[in-house]
């Protein structure tokens, strides 16, 4: 009987726990069906030669802006931020409730909803924390956490930080992500560990006590989690000067000891992930008077993290972990994050060998700028599937948008919701 499959991925390099193997990838339904020996036989509608291409799952960014619905969509919305995604090998997206107006109801987040309809890749929300929308948190469905702004940023004029509000907020014992630096962290850190239910995650980690507040935290069992963006891990207040506003970033570029010590946080584990914080702002936002904190990532990500595996900062296979299996499982975000029977059919296939500038006007994302602009980068994204579509191939965006929202745990509800996304597929 005769093998058949929508799609051949044939002669990828896989990144195993300890070794690269080359494998022949067989995809349909938007899944991956089988992982096999080279030159199997199948029947293929479609076949991608993929020889000399490390295969990595689609990445998941845990931390992106996309500025819809409201005030600020000028910035970049769900169809312009989710092509540079795409062209990042970025699959899928949680983005940040700091629209205007605030994400923190159920009526704002159904227009974020209506607005992500034009992604190219997957996506969900992270819902926003309120002094006084507890009744909005225990009611809304499927976000992938709650959000805690603790410290002033972009949208944010006052801060939560108010322990009682803080502890009826962890009660509910669903995923927290937090902006909270420095001092701020070691304020929530103890407020967690007094009233904290669900786990924890720490957004953009920059500074080495914040690591190291962290590996005290993990080590006394508490559930936390850390993400650092590129721009912590690669540049410092020496870019930051260079760069003026377009360096300028909440939390700002710290010095070299503190990049030092988010790489060792990232290789021993204490750091669990690497997300963007992706932040469009345009260009007369940053020349102007009072510029707007927040700088692009979703393009770049992925070709400044190759270049640090062949820089021997980091292994193939941590990049994989950290860009794709660690999100998904802090997240609980459905058939997501590896290449395994069953998943979804999330890939990019990378040349690591192809060295390139990092130029602004390669730049998707809708201001057109990066601040890793005249870097030389080793490692191109060649192609991307979402659900085994391409969305990327050859430096160019291809098809319709037909990103989806992904499926996550709501307190209880995991089967109920595994019984919704069966249904959707029949
Ligand atoms: C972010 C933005 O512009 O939305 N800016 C930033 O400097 N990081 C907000 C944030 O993540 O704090
Ligand atoms: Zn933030
Ligand atoms: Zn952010």
């Known amino acids: 009987m005769s093998e058949t499959c929508e799609l051949l991925v044939r002669d990828a390099t896989l990144l195993g726990a300890q070794v690269e193997f080359t494998a022949d990838l067989w995809l349909s339904h938007g899944r991956f069906q089988a992982i096999v020996e080279p030159g199997t036989p199948v029947a293929a509608q479609t076949v991608i030669d993929a020889a000399g291409r490390w295969a990595l799952p689609g990445l998941i960014d845990v931390h992106a802006h996309f500025r819809e619905p409201g005030a600020h969509a000028h910035k970049g919305t769900y169809a312009s931020e989710s092509r540079a995604a795409a062209a990042g090998g970025v699959t899928c997206v949680l983005t940040m409730p700091n629209t205007v107006p605030f994400c923190g109801t159920r009526g704002v987040l159904d227009q974020a909803r209506a607005a992500a309809r034009r992604s190219y890749v997957d996506y969900g929300f992270h819902f926003g924390v309120q002094a006084d929308n ?169 070709p400044l993290l190759l270049t640090a595996v062949a820089e021997h900062r980091l292994t193939p296979r941590q990049l994989a972990d950290a860009t794709a299996t660690a999100p998904a499982r802090i997240f609980s975000i459905r058939h997501k994050g590896s290449i395994s029977v069953g998943a979804d059919a999330d890939l990019v296939l990378v040349d690591p060998a192809a060295r390139q500038v990092i130029r602004n006007e390669d730049q998707l994302t809708h201001p057109g700028w990066t601040p890793f602009a005249g870097r030389e980068v080793q490692g191109r994204v060649e192609l991307t599937l979402v659900r085994g579509r391409v969305v990327w191939q050859d430096g160019r965006i291809v098809g319709e948008p037909a990103g989806r929202e992904v499926v996550t745990r709501d307190p209880g509800r995991w089967a109920e919701q595994a019984s919704v996304r069966t249904d959707e597929q029949a």
């Open 134 to 302: 507890l009744d909005e948190l225990r009611s809304v469905r499927n976000a992938p956490a709650y959000k805690l702004y603790m410290n002033e940023t972009t949208g944010i004029a006052s801060p939560l930080c108010d322990e009682a509000v803080l502890a009826s907020v962890m009660a509910l014992g669903h995923p927290l992500v937090a902006h909270a630096e420095a001092d701020t962290l070691d304020f929530l850190l103890e407020v967690y560990r007094r009233h904290g239910t669900g786990p924890l995650h720490i957004a953009h980690v920059a500074l080495a006590r914040e690591v190291e507040a962290l590996r005290r935290a993990k080590a006394a069992g508490l559930s936390v989690s850390a993400e650092v963006t590129p721009h912590h891990l690669l540049l410092t207040t020496d870019d930051a000067a260079r760069l003026g506003p377009y360096g300028d970033m909440r939390p700002t570029l710290k010095s070299a000891a503190d990049t030092a010590a988010l790489w060792s946080g990232l290789a021993d584990g204490t750091i669990d992930c690497v997300a963007t914080d992706h932040a469009p702002h345009l260009p007369e936002e940053k020349e102007s008077g009072t510029p707007p904190p927040g700088v692009p990532g979703l393009q770049t990500l992925l």
